[in-house]
């Protein structure tokens, strides 16, 4: 199950309740002995997880706004009102940061670009699309490999494309044997090159894919340091 807090009930996976964890939690700091500035017994909540991730995100730096975006709220106020720490602070923060990315780039790049450079920033995008995937250099640059995109390192494959990169690397095998067969030395390092290049691509969708479908295996946690104080019987 993708969740953080599971528990194997005869047999089964099933998911621990909130009720149930903030029992632990608090069983846990009962056992600790903490108390707060007034003397009471420390109360915990779950949710103070996501706070104290907030705000200590936020206090090294964090940009409110990418905060917000990690949290999944949809307004920044409810970020800056899980944000324990005073908003003064995370204003300041938020400068450092950009002071930070202002101090690594040369300032005459912050300026309104004009429409030819805006022109030809859209189209350096456009201009990047091949029928195999995308082509990765940066705005701004030239092709290294003179379109041998198949051989270069800067193809992206696209996953949909894949049955044509198939369908190339087979090209490819076809004609090495029959460029062997006819003795046409000078064709074979070319071919083989260009063999490495698909058989490279289609292994780096082959990995992507894996990527993509593994799961991590989170393991079952044990109850036996809460032996004695919270019961499986107390799970729901
Ligand atoms: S050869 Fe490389 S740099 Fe040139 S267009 Fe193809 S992928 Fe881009």
């Not at 964090?62 to 204003?91: C, F, K, R, W």
């Not at 044990?222 to 019987?233: E, P, V």
């Amino acid at each position: 199950m993708p969740l953080l807090f599971q528990y194997d009930r005869s047999g089964e996976i099933s998911a621990m309740n909130g009720e149930f964890l903030r029992k632990c939690l608090n069983d846990i700091l009962d056992a600790t002995g903490l108390t707060d500035a007034d003397g009471c017994p420390l109360d915990f909540d779950p949710h103070d997880f996501r706070r104290i991730f907030i705000t200590d995100a936020i206090r090294s730096g964090l940009p409110p706004h990418i905060a917000q975006v990690i949290a999944g709220h949809s307004d920044i106020n409810t970020t800056m009102g899980y944000n324990a720490i005073y908003p003064a602070e995370a204003i300041e923060a938020h400068r450092a940061f950009i002071a930070r990315r202002r101090a690594l780039r040369p300032s005459e790049e912050y300026r309104t670009p004009t429409s030819e450079e805006w022109d030809a920033f859209l189209g350096h995008f456009e201009r990047r699309k091949l029928s195999v995937g995308i082509c990765a250099r940066a705005f701004g640059t030239s092709c290294i490999h003179e379109h041998a995109c198949i051989r270069c390192s800067m193809l992206r494959p696209d996953p949909a494309q894949r049955a044509r990169l198939t369908e190339i690397r087979d090209n490819l095998l076809a004609r090495l044997t029959e460029a062997e067969r006819e003795g046409w030395l000078g064709e074979i390092e070319g071919l083989e090159i260009s063999l490495a290049g698909a058989q490279e691509k289609l292994a780096l969708l082959d990995a992507e894919q894996a990527r993509t479908r593994r799961t991590v295996d989170l393991g079952m946690p044990s109850f036996a340091n809460l032996a004695g104080r919270t019961s499986t019987a107390d799970q729901p």
